[in-house]
């Protein structure tokens, strides 16, 4: 029982702080000043705090090599590029929010308040080593997100999300802790390292120590949005508001599967014998169910709900290839699709009208005549998420790597495999439906007439646009990047998997 | 473990169960939240019994005198404490499936145990003190200094959350 | 024969300063329940008869007086009524629940003495008892965690009766509890962190050593006995039963023995948060001015002498219950919330971090342990108090004793009062003879 070295554990958990006390500033910012102009200038101060985690972040990325972590705490690759993802994540998130409330006229300094507080959780997912910090970090996010989602409280859209989410969220946090329980009576370890090397030397009780895992992996895809634990998605998905719906596909997603796969990869690495085959069918269902499932909806949140959880399962098919090239893939993979998300939602923020009226495709009719350039944006986006080639930017890449993860991995997963490609076949379907009203079709008379879209909006979506497009032409440079942020797990060469019976 | 203390543990494991029994097969919210109350005192009877009478004074403390009176509260504040009122939300199907699950968690505990004659001794044996907080705060401000500021932070954020949700409605 | 050896074996003579052996342990906790059954049911008997005398007194009456010699058995013939009364239960009420509500309002305040040491410990041959039923290693927390459960006998009450004045009695109740009982816990942890340990016995033991918490945490202490009195239900925190609001409040529908245990637990409550009060802020069972009771060698002398002691704070501590029941008048309920939220928990924590702060200056200083730390705290109090009272306070929540009614106001009251006094006190006769009319001045 040593003195903590304060001064150390604050620079492992630097972006923590800074976002937490962010937070606080923006909640103080809400009260303080003249009524008018307050959730603004929170929002302004919520903004700055994300943007100052993104820039820490990448800092730690390319400045010294980076220390060893504790057992509490990371500091690799992967937790720094995560981070500076999830950071840059929560400022777009921020400014829709803001775009998005102010048009529903429930702006409020709660708001980018509560996005960064989840944030704080999400980023401490990327490097927690220990599950009561886990569990923490998933708790911080997932209470903030439930209360982002019921945030409009006019809404009774919202808050049947709310409610579903709440509950779902709560009954899976529920799962995840049992599980944490029962490993931890098997282990005696709370610690990701104490774990993996007790399962390593032989459980001494491995009936317990199964049921925790198979508990803590049921939490874990319910986070996800694995099938079949993905049914409160596409509600929760379609009530939230449109701008918090891009942060929850993007970031939390991204933050669910960090934490995914460094749990999978620091403490059940011994055992991936007994829950590959369980991975292996979940991401085969998920990608399945998922593109299957939005080829017939109508609504666009409703299709991009549903597309997000065909993404949960090419992303669990990286976790599945289990090898440093999986987690490359992962993380590859998080980045171009954070940027898509994000700039698909960005649009759809600057097509909303204000009410809780949901979108559908006819809304996207004659797009390239009301705002040419969204529409360009849009229309990039949603081929990155397809995973297009040349048009799709980075998207493809992104599949690519997933692909080459799964055909390399040191027993090769070609079934995967296939299923992806043609999965993604099928996905075509619905994301070429949502571009060809807005090329292809002539506006219909709005309702209500939609106000130009705010500046930030706009710039959010064609940055997005821009970005996906660059790293297209340039995919190597973010190859490099995921290279160096595989978790430090990976970093001795390809590890256990041997023991998978092919 | 002495004679005495085994009597007491199979006392106290038998309310827990029998509480908890109760609990889920009650069928107004006010009875339900009793036996729940109930279940948390012998469960603080057990805490006892493995030396961490703190864990115990707590258990009672924070879930029958704080989160389950605000329940009792909240219960009372809806008026929806009468069985009577509306029919039980737990259908014969519901039913089933809780019973199905609940002894899936049984044997699946029951099969953890299989094979091993003798339970390892994880819980490392305390040495008696006459201060029992000094060691628990020793752990919670040192090795666990993060978990306990995260869960300041967690906790702001229910807060929060709670007073945006809940907050009467005034001009933004 | 050979069971009487056994028997014998069991029960081991010893050093009368050491521990008990299993045997004589076992039959002390008993006979310390029994007597303290006995002796606890019969002071709650008697309170009821000390704040129907204190009240008189207070109002300028004679208070009962005709049962028994100044009206001691008084209690006695209001039990043998209460029991003799029908115990009504309405029809729509939920059975079991409300049989056993009054029960659970009196119990906890029972079970909370089980924790309270009363006196200094008692050499026997067999050894030292401790005079505390069990000497619990965290009766602080046991001290809290059975009176945060205190309010489910007046919740259960409210509800079960399945009417409307008693389901707010119990609505308000829980209310306030809850309020208040964070308002106490966080009053407290000044004093654990003087005493650095959740004992009771560690407490008393740090007040015999530095003083009574009641000069070193002079604000924790203040804070302490409000939250005590809304705990209790006492006015002027007694609204779930506010008869002009509610008619009886929670226990609008008990009649017959079922309905006198709420005013039992009352008092019983009463006398529990006067005990409480005692241990942590005026130095339990110690005897001021002196340290000849605070060391061993126990002696039987020493015993009682400090049970003297602890019983005559505990009365000092009774009586003043009863004394601001009969002068303050009801909060009302936006009061007592804005009172317990705005102002006791801000208070309550901000005294945590300035005493944890200066405890550790202090510490710092080499100070630990000593006059001046005493002295300091003393000090620190003094200005802080002074601080609320004039700084931030400003006369909201305190009421200066001056009169708020106008000079000539006052006059003419007391006037009237002399010319009442100057016929013998009697109204009656004051009003045959006092031909000014009301109002004229």
């Not at chain 1, 630097?14 to 103080?28: C, K, N, Q, Y």
């Not at chain 1, 010294?64 to 981070?83: E, K, M, Q, S, V």
């Not at chain 1, 300094?109 to 980023?123: D, I, R, W």
């Not at chain 3, 039987?300 to 505990?314: E, S």
Request: net charge positive.
């Amino acid at each position: 029982m040593n003195a903590p070295n304060v001064s150390g554990m604050l620079m492992l958990i630097l972006p923590e702080v800074v976002l937490s006390v962010g937070a606080m500033i923006t909640l103080l910012l809400g009260v303080s000043g003249a009524d008018a102009g307050r959730s603004h200038r929170a929002a302004m101060a919520a903004l700055a705090t994300a943007v100052v985690g993104v820039v820490l972040a990448i800092g730690m990325l390319t400045g010294a090599p980076l220390a060893p972590g504790t057992t509490f705490i990371a500091n690799d690759g992967f937790r720094w590029t995560l981070t500076a993802l999830l950071c840059a994540g929560t400022g777009a998130a921020v400014v829709l929010t803001e775009a998005y409330d102010r048009r529903a006229g429930v702006a409020r300094a709660e708001t980018p308040a509560l996005l960064l507080l989840a944030a704080t959780g999400m980023t401490l997912l990327t490097a927690a080593r220990d599950l009561m910090v886990v569990f923490l970090g998933i708790e911080l996010m997932s209470l903030a997100t439930y209360v982002l989602v019921a945030m409009h409280r006019t809404s009774a859209r919202a808050a049947e999300a709310a409610v579903k989410y709440f509950l779902l969220g709560a009954f899976s946090t529920a799962f995840l802790l049992y599980g944490i329980a029962l490993v931890y009576g098997a282990t005696g370890s709370m610690q990701l390292e104490g774990i993996g090397s007790a399962v390593a030397s032989g459980a001494k009780l491995p009936g317990l120590l199964m049921a925790g895992v198979a508990l803590m992996l049921v939490g874990l895809a319910f986070k996800v949005a694995a099938a079949p634990f993905h049914l409160w998605t596409p509600d929760v998905y379609d009530g939230a508001p449109t701008a918090v719906t891009g942060f929850m596909a993007a970031s939390v997603k991204a933050a669910a599967f960090a934490i995914f796969l460094r749990i999978t990869a620091e403490a059940f690495a011994p055992l991936l014998a007994d829950w590959h085959p369980v991975l292996w069918v979940l991401a085969a269902a998920t990608m399945v169910i998922g593109n299957v499932l939005a080829l017939g909806q109508q609504q666009i949140k409703r299709v991009l709900a549903y597309s997000s959880i065909a993404h949960a399962g090419y992303l669990l098919v990286a976790v599945v290839s289990f090898s440093a090239e999986g987690a490359t893939a992962l993380v590859f993979y998080l980045v171009a699709y954070t940027l898509a998300t994000m700039g698909a939602f960005a649009v759809l923020v600057a097509l909303s009208d204000g009410t809780d009226r949901p979108l559908v495709r006819q809304d996207l009719a004659g797009l390239r005549e009301r705002h040419p350039w969204l529409a360009l944006a849009f229309a990039v986006c949603v081929l990155s998420m397809l995973g297009f080639p040349l048009a799709g930017g980075v998207g493809f890449f992104a599949k690519w790597q997933v692909l080459q993860a799964a055909l390399q991995a040191s027993v090769p997963q070609q079934t995967l495999a296939i299923v992806l490609v043609l999965s993604s076949v099928v996905s075509g379907g619905y994301y070429l439906g949502l571009i060809a009203p807005a090329f292809m079709q002539s506006p219909v008379p709005a309702a209500r007439p939609i106000p130009a879209p705010p500046t930030g909006v706009r710039a959010i979506a064609i940055a997005c646009a821009v970005v996906v497009l660059v790293l297209g032409v340039l995919p190597s440079s973010l190859t490099r990047l995921a290279q160096r942020s595989a978790p430090s797990a990976f970093a001795g060469g390809p590890t256990v998997a041997t023991t998978i019976q092919p | 473990m002495s004679d005495l203390s085994r009597y007491f543990f199979y006392l106290f494991s038998l309310l827990t169960i029998g509480s908890a029994l109760a609990f889920v097969t009650r069928k107004g919210p006010v009875p339900a939240a009793l036996w729940l109350v109930n279940t948390m005192f012998a469960l603080s009877g057990l805490y006892v019994l493995l030396d961490a009478p703190f864990v115990g004074a707590v258990q009672v403390l924070v879930y029958a005198g704080a989160i389950m009176v605000v329940f009792v509260f909240v219960v009372m504040l809806l008026n929806l404490g009468r069985a009577g009122d509306r029919p039980d939300l737990r259908g014969i199907g519901g039913q089933l499936t809780a019973g199905v699950v609940g002894a899936a968690l049984l044997a699946l505990l029951l099969a953890a145990r299989r094979g091993d004659a003798v339970l390892p001794a994880l819980v490392p044996s305390s040495t008696s003190t006459s201060n029992v907080v000094e060691p628990v705060a020793q752990l919670l401000f040192t090795d666990y200094l993060l978990a306990f500021e995260l869960t300041s932070i967690v906790l702001l954020t229910a807060l929060v959350g709670a007073v945006v949700l809940a907050k009467r409605r005034t001009a933004a | 024969m050979l069971l009487m050896q056994d028997v014998a074996s069991l029960f081991p003579t010893g050093d009368p300063q050491g521990p008990l052996a299993d045997g004589p342990f076992v039959v002390a906790a008993i006979i310390k329940i029994l007597v303290f059954f006995v002796a606890y049911l019969v002071t709650v008997a008697l309170m009821t008869l000390a704040e129907r005398k204190i009240s008189a007194w207070i109002q300028d009456r004679r208070g009962p007086n005709r049962t028994g010699p100044f009206g001691l058995l008084q209690p006695v013939a209001d039990g043998i009524k209460n029991f003799i009364k029908e115990s009504t239960k309405p029809g729509e009420a939920e059975g079991l629940l409300f049989r056993i509500a009054p029960a659970l309002a009196f119990m906890p305040a029972m079970v909370t003495w089980a924790v309270i040491p009363f006196a200094a410990p008692l050499p026997t041959p067999w050894g030292l008892v401790d005079m505390s039923i069990a000497n619990l290693p965290v009766g602080f927390l046991f001290m809290l965690a059975i009176s945060s459960i205190g309010v489910y006998g007046l919740v259960l009450a409210g509800w079960a009766s399945n009417n409307k004045y008693a389901l707010l009695g119990g609505l308000r109740s829980s209310a306030q509890m809850v309020s208040y009982e964070i308002a106490m816990g966080m009053s407290t942890i000044p004093v654990l962190l003087l005493a650095g340990n959740v004992s009771l016995s560690a407490i008393i033991q740090q007040q015999q050593a530095q003083g009574w918490n009641v000069l070193l945490l002079t604000i924790s202490w203040i804070l302490f006995v409000i939250a005590g009195f809304a705990e209790t239900n006492r006015l002027p925190f007694d609204l779930p039963e506010a008869e002009s609001e509610l008619v009886a409040g929670y226990h609008t529908e008990y009649s017959g023995m079922a309905y006198a245990m709420f005013p039992l637990a009352e008092y019983a409550n009463m006398i529990t948060v006067s005990a409480l009060a005692t241990t942590l802020f005026l130095g339990g069972w110690d005897v001021p001015f002196t340290s000849w009771d605070n060391t061993g060698p126990w002696t039987v002398l020493k015993t009682l002498v400090t049970f003297a002691a602890f019983a005559a704070k505990l009365g000092v501590a009774l009586f003043s219950f009863v004394w601001i029941r009969w002068t303050l008048p009801r909060f009302r309920y936006d009061q007592l919330m804005a009172l317990g939220w705005k102002v006791m928990l801000p208070l309550a924590l901000a005294y945590i971090v300035i005493i944890a702060a200066f405890t550790l200056a202090l510490e710092a200083a080499g100070l630990r342990n000593s006059i001046a730390f005493s002295a300091a705290l003393f000090a620190l109090n003094v200005v802080l108090l002074f601080i609320c009272s004039r700084v931030l306070d400003r006369g909201r929540l305190i009421s200066p004793a001056s009169p708020r009614a106008r000079l000539a106001e006052v006059e003419r009251l007391r006037e009237r009062s002399a010319v009442a006094r100057r016929y013998g006190g009697n109204p009656s006769r004051q009003r045959e003879v006092d031909t000014t009319p009301a109002g004229v001045a």
